[in-house]
């Protein structure tokens, strides 16, 4: 049985009459930019007969019918906390907030996947949100959640392979003396589970971070930083063996905190596609917050 929506209304429909992929029609035959187009779809605004259809290649047949969304937007995901950056049928990319976590740990805690896994049940996909990554409660940005076991075991077991740039950036306390430069060293938790450093392999894991000052005043550097690899923790330990920690640290800071959270935010992730290979590249604005300090 198929079920049709009954808002007609919300949604502007076409038929189809020459094969061809859906964003190449979408250019053609709507008002818009290419980069609003591609929000659009990526936002699930479009359906083609009756289903949601998020694909940029998706191969358009003749007597097809398309269904435009009148406001253009996701209607049917909403948090204060989560913003669904981009969605297909194998994995979801998401702007976490600060203040919620990656995934649950305890009794109720707010969690992203719960957002997520909310989303799909309300939508009926038959979905879960898998976590491939994590960020800390208090770092925002970019993150990665796989919609079904398949994807997730991919991503998980090839993620240096398919993840070729992941780019955060960071107040510091203080001026940064060096404009760029890369840390490196064994990062290894104590059994209160803070993280410590070591120059020498002290059991734990090696991890570099290059970083790039991107701008200095009287107090504070704006850093962006890129991840060789993916440690707990890693900008945090590397900005304080520096000798300038992330500021609104509490773990691994020195008690400068400018803004109330924590300055450090996930703004560029690039990967291939684990299922179609297509190069998918996200990248949010640096928060205003920060620039305001400079």
Not at 1 to 8: A, K, P, T
Request: proline fraction near 3%; include cysteine; aromatic fraction near 10%.
């Amino acid at each position: 049985m198929r079920y049709y929506n009954n808002q007609v209304n919300d949604y502007d429909h076409y038929t189809v009459r020459e094969e061809m992929p859906l964003l190449e029609w979408m250019i053609a035959h709507l008002k818009g930019s290419r980069t609003k187009l591609k929000a659009t779809l990526q936002g699930r605004g479009v359906k083609v007969n009756d289903k949601y259809v998020t694909q940029f290649d998706f191969v358009l047949k003749p007597g097809m019918r398309v269904s435009v969304s009148k406001s253009k937007r996701n209607d049917k995901f909403k948090s204060r906390y989560v913003k669904l950056v981009y969605e297909d049928p194998y994995l979801v990319v998401v702007e976490k907030n600060v203040g919620i976590l990656s995934m649950a740990a305890g009794h109720s805690s707010l969690n992203v996947k719960s957002v997520l896994d909310d989303y799909f049940q309300r939508t009926r996909q038959q979905s879960r949100a898998h976590v491939v990554h994590r960020l800390d409660r208090d770092t925002s940005g970019l993150m990665i959640y796989a919609k079904d076991m398949k994807t997730e075991q991919i991503l998980e077991h090839q993620w240096h392979d398919i993840v070729y740039d992941r780019r955060y950036v960071g107040v510091v306390s203080g001026v940064m003396e060096e404009s760029n430069g890369t840390i490196a060293n064994w990062l290894k938790d104590n059994k209160a589970y803070i993280t410590f450093s070591s120059p020498v392999d002290n059991g734990g894991k090696y991890a570099v971070t290059h970083f790039n000052v991107l701008q200095r005043s009287q107090d504070y550097s704006l850093v962006e930083y890129r991840l060789e690899t993916g440690r707990k923790n890693q900008i945090r330990v590397h900005s304080a063996d520096m000798g300038h920690p992330i500021c609104g640290d509490v773990k691994y800071g020195n008690g400068d905190d400018p803004l109330h959270r924590l300055c450090l935010h996930a703004f560029k992730l690039c990967f291939n596609h684990p299922i179609t290979g297509e190069r998918m590249e996200f990248e949010t604005p640096i928060p205003s917050s920060f620039k305001s300090l400079f």
